[in-house]
């Protein structure tokens, strides 16, 4: 597609479901970033993908979120045993180049009631 | 001190003037400057980007970077009330870093 695809745009879930959430990066696209966006605050970053490179997971504030990158395409965050505070806008980028500029997916509204 | 910094505003202009949004950023070693536009419950629009100390322009857009003083901004030329959102500066510190977000500043102009 022409830009970053992101599925599904909203989710709702129960507290302790698990939710997965996909990104579809720009076609060769190298870097795949994953943020996060609590309403009325700023973008915090929780995961980058660059090529095979081990992916940088500094920014994932638990050990219930874990992601992948597979065959440097898609990229699936996962978010187990979901909590309240994990409601959030969950915003995908990706650049031709690690370091160059970043385009944005539409974001996945999850909720969790 | 945040990595980047800018005024959250609002802040409000009337429709044709110029609209300076301002960010600063802590790391000398920062390479590479972004501002993105965000309307409310949109995702981040990217607006320009500049690399290179000295002023970029595109259209109604001038970015301008100073690397000695870690400043950077984003002019807006003949505001228009469609240009009303959160402006986010962003920097990255080169390859194999993420991009770090300045909190935003909201634009309103007033037409």
């Known amino acids: 597609g022409a830009g970053v695809s992101q599925s599904p745009s909203n989710k709702v879930t129960e507290k302790g479901k698990d939710v997965e959430l996909r990104c579809d990066p720009i076609?060769?696209?190298?870097?795949l970033y994953w943020y996060r966006q609590s309403l009325g605050q700023g973008l915090e970053f929780l995961i980058y993908?660059?090529?095979?490179?081990?992916?940088?997971k500094s920014g994932l504030p638990s050990d219930r979120f874990s992601a992948e990158r597979t065959g440097g395409s898609v990229s699936t965050l996962t978010i187990q045993r979901t909590q309240q505070e994990d409601s959030a806008v969950y915003l995908c980028?990706?650049?031709?180049?690690?370091?160059?500029?970043?385009?944005f997916g539409q974001g996945t509204r999850l909720t969790v009631v | 001190q945040k990595e980047v910094e800018q005024n959250s505003g609002p802040l409000s202009v009337p429709e044709g003037a110029i609209a300076s949004l301002n960010c600063t950023y802590s790391?000398?070693?920062?390479?590479?400057f972004f501002w993105y536009r965000q309307y409310s419950g949109k995702s981040p629009e990217l607006i320009m980007f500049?690399?290179?100390?000295g002023d970029k322009e595109d259209g109604r857009f001038t970015a301008q970077l100073n690397k000695a003083s870690q400043y950077v901004s984003l002019l807006i030329r003949d505001s228009q009330p469609s240009d009303s959102a959160t402006y986010l500066c962003?920097?990255?510190?080169?390859?194999?870093?993420?991009?770090?977000f300045g909190p935003g500043t909201r634009l309103s102009v007033l037409p």
């Open positions: 980028a990706s650049s031709p180049l690690s370091g160059s500029e970043a385009f």
């Open positions: 076609s060769g696209h190298t870097a």
């Open positions: 993908f660059q090529g095979n490179s081990a992916p940088d």
């Open positions: 790391d000398r070693g920062s390479q590479s």
């Open positions: 500049i690399y290179s100390n």
């Open positions: 962003a920097v990255n510190k080169g390859y194999g870093q993420n991009f770090v």
